[in-house]
């Protein structure tokens, strides 16, 4: 593996995130990662840009260490207001709608709040790569997948999410 020094930043992350997501093949596969499968897709999506800075996370150990730091703030803020936006966007009603709307605003920033820790302990991991964005981007979401026991059926929807990263 080869060694990348550049230090990362919760800017380029946030950019990156934001624009993959835009994919709308991405955006699908990743809702349907959480919906169906659990998967933290704020956490997903930097696994796929921390691989595709050339930085691999090592090891399983490094995996729980890397969802410790964001995973109180996961469960008692993002999903909160998730789950209350989703509750709103389902009653027929225009001010739940648009309340709705204004706790999105809320929801993203809270996932973007969240990189902070997470590019804390990236930049203190030892780093690595294998050499290939592609191979580190996959070996980053492959381990996550394991540490979340995300079944192999999964697989198809990541690689349209690495795939997204070269459209």
């Known amino acids: 593996m080869m060694s990348?020094?550049?230090?990362?930043?919760?800017?380029?992350?946030?950019?990156?995130?934001t624009q993959i997501y835009g994919n709308d093949d991405v955006k699908e596969a990743c809702l349907t990662l959480q919906d169906e499968y659990g998967v933290d897709?704020?956490?997903l999506l930097f696994l796929v840009w921390l691989g595709h800075e050339g930085r691999v996370v090592p090891n399983m150990d490094m995996m729980v260490e890397i969802d410790g730091v964001i995973a109180g703030w996961r469960e008692n803020v993002v999903k909160v207001l998730r789950n209350l936006r989703r509750s709103?966007?389902?009653?027929?009603e225009e001010g739940a709608l648009r309340i709705s709307r204004?706790?999105?605003?809320?929801?993203?920033?809270?996932?973007?709040?969240?990189?902070?820790?997470?590019v804390r302990v990236a930049n203190m991991m030892a780093s690595a790569s294998?050499?290939?964005?592609?191979?580190?981007?996959?070996?980053n979401v492959d381990l996550y997948l394991m540490f979340r026991d995300v079944p192999l059926a999964a697989k198809a929807l990541t690689d349209r999410v690495v795939q997204g990263v070269r459209s």
């Open 4 to 17: 990348a020094e550049r230090p990362l930043n919760t800017d380029d992350a946030w950019r990156f995130i």
């Open 41 to 43: 897709v704020s956490l």
């Open 88 to 92: 709103l966007k389902m009653m027929d």
């Open 102 to 118: 204004m706790i999105l605003s809320s929801e993203l920033e809270a996932e973007r709040e969240a990189l902070g820790p997470l």
């Open 130 to 139: 294998f050499g290939k964005p592609d191979t580190d981007m996959r070996h």
